[in-house]
T-cell receptor, first 116, second 113 residues
């Protein structure tokens, strides 16, 4: 079956602009996660959805970052007034913890965001 | 604070040899650990996981060992192949409650033919 997909694969924007990053989780996965990965570092947690609601948004760095998952499937990560420091690979993962009982997270290929 | 770290940032092995990648964690409350493999330009790929009620788990060519006494995790890859070349991350989290995973910085494994 299809894995986690993310669009776009690459996004180049100018400082101060607004961007949206999309994640399509594995069908039937109720949990969805966003992580950010800087060069040479491990992924860093941003936010976690269980169904439509954000169960943990403690990793969002500031109020310029926001994510939604209105129908419990596709999620959009939104970044307002982008800054050069936002440049990173944004990873999405999903898991079927409620059915498998495990927190095994499957990752998408990521969106590489470059803020000029 | 919580952290997951790796002892060796780079590891170079000969094709056919066994590889061992190590990881230390600091949160004794973590009860679930995962190893991921990440190739250049791709997202992390699940390799194997282990719960804290186990000390060893085997997969295909891979074995994960967990030593809770010293908070140490290792990934053993048997008969390492060129296709195993990648960055390997360990991550810790909760088993039943879901939620975030905390990743270490990664170890780059290079396999020489």
């Amino acid at each position: 079956g299809a894995g986690v997909s993310q669009t776009p694969s690459n996004k180049v924007t100018e400082k101060g602009k607004y961007v949206e990053l999309r994640c399509d989780p594995i069908s039937g996965h109720t949990a969805l996660y966003w992580y950010r990965q800087s060069l040479g570092q491990g992924p860093e947690f941003l936010i976690y959805f269980q169904g439509t609601g954000a169960a943990d948004d403690s990793g969002l760095p500031n109020d310029r970052f926001f994510a939604v998952r209105p129908e419990g499937s596709v999620s959009t990560l939104k970044i307002q007034r982008t800054e050069r420091g936002d440049s990173a690979v944004y990873l999405c993962a999903s898991s079927s913890r409620l059915t498998s009982g495990r927190n095994e997270q499957f990752f998408g290929p990521g969106t590489r965001l470059t803020v000029l | 604070g919580e952290s997951v770290g790796l002892h060796l940032p780079t590891l170079s092995v000969q094709e056919g040899d066994n590889s061992i990648i190590n990881c230390a964690y600091s949160n004794s409350a973590s009860d679930y650990f995962i190893w991921y493999k990440q190739e250049s330009g791709k997202g992390p790929q699940f390799i194997i996981d282990i719960r804290s009620n186990m000390d060893k788990r085997q997969g295909q060519r891979v074995t994960v060992l967990l030593n809770k006494t010293v908070k140490h995790l290792s990934l053993q890859i048997a008969a390492t192949q060129p296709g195993d070349s990648a960055v390997y991350f360990c991550a810790e989290g909760g088993y039943n409650q879901g939620g975030k995973l905390i990743f270490g910085q990664g170890t780059e494994l290079s396999v020489k033919p």
